[in-house]
Structures are given as C-alpha cells and as structure tokens.
C-alpha cells in the first residue's frame, strides 16, 4: 500500500498510517534516504495550527534524533517558509506537519530537500520500501552520537524578511484597503504582521487557531465571509489563504471570487507589458484547468502548457524548461524568480504591486478572459476497489462522454478518498438537460464500481 499521494503523506489522525508509531517510523525511514554524506545531519521540521500537530512534531523529533539528526523546530509557520530556513539552516532536508486544505482531523506530512524542493517520486519510493521492509530494532548507534532538537527563536523573523524581498520599496502601499482570511491555520501571525508593516489598511479574520478549527468555514476554500467583509468594509482586494498558506484565493472589489485562471491571466498580460516576458512565451498549468484559458492567452500571443495536477509538477515543468511562471486553478503559483516557492502571500503581494503599479482594480484587470462553464463532482470511493477496477472505469467513461462537446477529466485525489471528475463546456452547445442527466450518470457509475 503506498503512503505518499500527490502532496505528501496524508489521512485522519489516528488511523493508518497517521499514527504517533507510524511516524516515528517514518521519520526513521525518511532519515536514511534523504541525510546527506559528509553533511551535518540535521532537519528542519515545520507544523501548522492542527491539534494533532502536538502529537507528530515530538513522534518526528524523537524518531530522528535516534538516527543521529539534530532537529531544530520552526513551527507554525506556512510550509513556503522551509524553502529559505531550509537553505538558510543548511538542513540536510525538512518536514512540514500539514493536511494544508483538509479539516483539522485529518494530518499529514511532506517532506522537502535541503533546497526546499519537494522530494521526488524516486525518493519517495525508496521511504516506502524502508518504511515496509527495514528492521529498525536491528539499526545500531551509539548513544552519544544521537541528535539534538532546539526551537529557533527567530523563524518568523526569518520568513517573514524573505516575504518582503516580494514587496517594493517605491509603492505607497498605504493606498489599499485589504481584507485578509488566514484560516486560522499556519499564516495567522505572520501574515498579518508583514501586511501591517508594509502599512496597509488591514481587516483581519481567521487568525484565532483553536487547534480544530483550521480551514473551517473560512480560508481559500470558504472565502464568502473574506466576500462579505470585501464589501462592507470597500476593501480593494480580499486574500483567502489556506490552512498551511501555499496557496490564495484572491477576491475583486465588488466581493467576487477570482478563480486560478483569472489570475494566472491578469498576470500573464501585466508581465507581457513589463517585458518580464514576451509573446510566445509558454505559461504552465495544469490539466484540469479550463481551457478558455487557452484561447485568452493565445489572444495576448503567450502559449499554455499543462501538466499533471499537484504544485511539484508545475514547479519541475517551470525548472526544467526556464519558464517564468505558472499556476493551479487551486491558487498555488510558482514564479521562477522567487524567493520563496509556491508561496500564497509572496502571490498576493505580487497582485498588490501590480494593482498600485497600473492604478486599477482588479474588476479591470480582469476583463478579456473567456472562460468555458465548469462542473466539478467529487464522489467518494474506496481507493483499493478503485484501483482494482481503474481500466474498467475508465472505458465505462470513455463511453459516456463519447459524441458529446464537452473537455473532461477523472482522476482520484491524493489527498482523499475520492474521485475527481471535471467538466469543462460551452453552455451554448450543450444543453441543460443533457448536463443533468450527465451529473446523474457519472455519479451512479462511480457509486456502482467503487
């Protein structure tokens, strides 16, 4: 059974392999994979405001102390902050204690290399196959060689620095008036911290953590209260973070909720003008975004290149090519000269710039983007059937959607257990009815196979 999904280890607290044992183990078995020779063996390890996060830093700490590692704990903070205290550190890797967008009963872990790059799939596997097959009862080391652990007194300090390299010195950032939702998770303190001194007009919700109530009812996957305080308060702009702060969800003036897309093209034609880039110039994303996206680009003469869902493969498209930037529907965005990777703040402080920059609101920058009507159906699943059964699914699928103007997409999440499926149309070639009864089918067919 794998461990690892699309963004790390991730599941319910108390059950496999989310257990207190079961990361000790982990922490045992990533030690042996991702140390360096000849280095100082050490790990950083990061958390968000979660309950269990009590539970699994000390599980991690002891479990790599015992392999010989110093631990220094940096927590809470988002997990873009181990893309610079990882380096800074001079850590052989880190961890982030995050279920990122997932309720505060679920958990989860992901793990990074000294560069602050997520670990790849090959080191991913090698984990498992430790994590399975290793006798740690058998794993010898003398006492005075194990490791140490110490809380850095000055991490926030240290992240928060690194998001102001986004800012620019020369913008009167006095002139905006913003709404900020930190879902009560891992930005609640930073985030207002470094927007108050940048010396914003600031209205700040979602930065109570209770330790269960991160990413409930509020954040980038509820940001109708973020809405709500947009109007009331005539704020310029509403950020809605997620619970371990990789991603924003960005709101207009008028309280409307820009999805991904939107601002992957206000941006696109803001750097076009800037001549940050130039026409032809490939934007990356990914294959569930919509594709009026596509046609919106293709009009300011840039390209779209689409990759496999999960910031890491946006990330690696962008590294392993020198492009300038990309993003997810999601909100995760990745520029290639970041400070900080995949950051949600380091984005909302871009779109600050640039809305002070051009003198206008996001309302207008907006316009000229046409995208196609979407539907998104998220069934559960149980994971080991679905598995057993994918090629027949999908044929079943392939059938259903056959002779029909629509795009669509089915994949299981890694993060839940669920299967995915998304609609992508033009409402003037599809009729209503033929949608219901679409949504009708799709449902039943994975209720009956999974």
Do not use: W
Not at 99 to 114: E, I, R, V
Not at 323 to 342: A, M, N, Q, T
Not at 363 to 392: H, P, T
Not at 393 to 407: D, M, P, S
Request: glycine residues 8%.
């Amino acid at each position: 059974m794998r461990l690892f999904g699309t963004d790390g280890i991730r599941g319910q607290v108390g059950k496999y392999p989310l257990t207190a044992e079961n990361v000790l183990k982990l922490a045992k078995a990533s030690s042996l994979v991702l140390r360096r020779k000849n280095s100082i063996s050490r790990v950083v390890i990061n958390k968000d405001t979660r309950l269990s996060g009590y539970i699994f830093e000390p599980a991690l700490t002891s479990g790599f102390i015992s392999m010989g590692i110093e631990v220094i704990l940096v927590g809470p903070l988002p997990t873009p902050a181990l893309t610079v205290l990882g380096k800074s550190l001079r850590a052989d890797f880190s961890v982030m204690i995050t279920a990122s967008h997932n309720p505060y009963q679920d958990n989860g872990l992901k793990f990074f290399s000294g560069q602050g790059l997520k670990i790849s799939p090959e080191e991913e596997n090698k984990i498992e196959d430790i994590f399975f097959n290793y006798d740690f009862d058998n794993f010898k080391i003398k006492q005075s060689n194990y490791g140490k652990a110490i809380r850095l007194k000055n991490a926030l300090g240290r992240y928060s620095e690194a998001l102001k390299q986004s800012a620019d010195r020369n913008l009167n950032y006095s002139k905006l008036k913003v709404t900020l939702d930190c879902a009560n998770g891992a930005s609640y303190k930073v985030a207002p911290e470094v927007l108050f001194e940048l010396g914003l007009d600031l209205h700040t919700i979602g930065n109570n953590p209770s330790g269960t109530n991160i990413n409930q009812k509020c954040g980038s996957l509820y940001p109708l209260k973020a809405s709500s305080l947009v109007k009331k308060k005539k704020c310029d702009i509403g950020i809605c973070l997620d619970g371990d702060g990789d991603r924003v969800i960005i709101i207009d003036e008028k309280g409307s909720i820009l999805c991904g897309e939107e601002i992957i093209y206000i941006l696109a034609k803001y750097y076009l003008y800037k001549k940050k880039i130039k026409k032809g110039s490939v934007i990356v994303t990914n294959e569930i975004a919509n594709y009026g996206l596509d046609k919106s680009l293709e009009q300011l003469g840039l390209k779209l290149k689409r990759v496999k869902v999960g910031d890491k493969n946006i990330l690696k498209e962008i590294i392993d090519n020198n492009y300038f930037f990309g993003g997810e529907p999601s909100g995760h965005f990745i520029f290639k000269d970041d400070v900080l990777i995949g950051d949600g703040m380091t984005s909302a402080i871009r779109l600050l710039n640039l809305m002070l920059e051009e003198n206008q609101k996001l309302s207008v920058l907006k316009k000229g983007i046409d995208l196609l009507q979407v539907i998104n159906i998220n069934q559960k699943i149980d994971r080991e059937k679905f598995y057993l059964l994918q090629d027949s699914i999908y044929q079943k699928f392939n059938k259903l959607f056959n002779n029909l103007n629509i795009y669509y997409n089915i994949r299981p999440s890694g993060t839940e257990p669920l299967l995915r499926v998304n609609l992508q149309y033009d409402k003037r070639n599809i009729r209503v009815g033929t949608l219901n009864k679409l949504k009708k089918q799709i449902i039943e067919l994975i209720s009956d196979a999974c």
